[in-house]
């Protein structure tokens, strides 16, 4: 998440209001005082979830949700197609249950999801979320926007899961929880200390579409689709250490049998996309330019239909893109009412990608970071993760030759 809207002073905090992608700038004496978020809302200045009021009490007027955005493990994200927003609770680590966390962030989820899915009475109970997410310089945040939570695209058994993870060889759970940012550009001030005082619905500044949620559960998202259409290399490649080397593992694993990489291409698409049914890897002197082909279902589960689609994969190094060959030898295999799909643990280069997006062609393409962020969403966070999903998928790994 990167923040380009105003940067309010330090001094200003207390009045300001908070505007979408706005920043705000922490202090300078070089303490705990410095944190932004604490100055402008009265609520803590450590921890990702910052009540106003007691959890267990049921006393909450209002949440201030922070994000550093740098928790491998843990990787709060931001859909700004859909407006969804992805966070972890705060139970992160092994010897605790649940709910049993030092801030009651667990607890605090189940209660407001659980009233999000109630009545109108159970709704009036769920406080505003503010979003912040780390900025810079120093204790500065920026404001993502305002929450509810859920989705009108998920199921009420989607919108908060408890999650398995393991560390250091011990499970423990954790809360996956999806918000909807509303469209809201700016929160105002006078709103801020409507909420406060406890009468955030009934006052005259209260957002619109926070009263439509809360009278008829109407989610009204802020959705912002992107206006490019080729990414850039930095784009497609991980800049973090972690995730590089989380890449790095597939390419050794495959390394002198890059064929091989083609079913786990397979696997890596169905994580992405997992309405993927029946998806047959085909043999690499006969692929005819397709290294699978399967079907994607869609419909209800009641009455489903399938589109047919072509897969390509390559096994490539960051140095080495996918170039116009490679994706016409897919654009090619493509027949009538079929799809593509690329992927590559590389990236696409810009005339590739620029010919499939001005050209209308129906391919997904799925680059580096695209893998990283797919493995990530779905618990492997780390190269030690990676390297035991490839060996549960009964891969085996060729050690690399001397000089390699």
């Not at 897919?330 to 009538?336: D, K, M, N, V, W």
Request: hydrophobic share 40%; aromatic share 8%.
């Amino acid at each position: 998440m990167v923040s380009i809207g105003p940067i309010f002073s330090f001094e200003d905090l207390k009045s300001a209001d908070l505007i979408v992608d706005a920043v705000y700038a922490g202090g300078t004496a070089g303490s705990a005082a410095d944190d932004a978020l604490a100055r402008l809302l009265p609520v803590g200045n450590q921890g990702g979830f910052r009540p106003r009021g007691s959890v267990r009490s049921e006393s909450v007027r209002l949440v201030a949700l922070y994000t550093s955005g740098t928790e491998a493990d843990w990787p709060d994200v931001l859909d700004t197609q859909t407006g969804v927003f992805t966070y972890f609770g705060d139970n992160r680590r092994p010897g605790r249950e649940l709910h049993e966390t030092q801030r009651d962030g667990n607890l605090l989820l189940r209660d407001v999801f659980a009233f999000g899915h109630g009545t109108f009475v159970d709704r009036r109970k769920v406080p505003p979320f503010l979003l912040f997410h780390k900025a810079i310089p120093g204790r500065s945040v920026a404001f993502i926007g305002l929450l509810v939570p859920g989705a009108e695209s998920l199921p009420s058994d989607d919108d908060l899961v408890a999650v398995w993870r393991t560390t250091g060889g011990r499970r423990f759970q954790n809360y996956r929880a999806r918000f909807t940012v509303l469209d809201v550009g700016r929160v105002t001030r006078a709103w801020i200390n409507d909420v406060i005082a406890g009468n955030g619905y009934e006052s005259v500044h209260c957002p619109a579409v926070w009263k439509a949620w809360v009278d008829e559960r109407v989610y009204t998202p802020l959705e912002a689709p992107s206006t490019t259409i080729v990414r850039s290399k930095a784009a497609q490649l991980p800049e973090g250490p972690v995730e590089r080397e989380m890449l790095t593992v597939i390419r050794d694993h495959f390394r002198g049998r890059e064929h091989d990489f083609e079913p786990i291409a397979v696997d890596l698409w169905r994580l992405i996309a997992p309405a993927t049914g029946r998806c047959d890897v085909t043999r690499p002197s006969r692929d005819g330019g397709r290294d699978a082909v399967g079907e994607y279902s869609l419909g209800p589960p009641s009455d489903r239909i399938t589109i047919d689609f072509a897969l390509e994969a390559k096994c490539y190094a960051p140095t080495t893109s996918v170039g116009v060959r490679d994706i016409a030898r897919l654009i090619s295999r493509i027949r009538h009412r079929e799809f593509g799909v690329f992927v590559t643990t590389s990236y696409f280069g810009t005339q590739a990608y620029t010919e499939v997006r001005t050209d209308g062609h129906p391919i997904a393409l799925i680059c580096g970071q695209d893998i990283v962020d797919a493995l990530k969403a779905h618990g492997h966070t780390n190269a030690a993760s990676v390297r035991a999903w490839l060996a549960a998928k009964s891969v085996p790994e060729v050690e690399p030759s001397v000089g390699r």
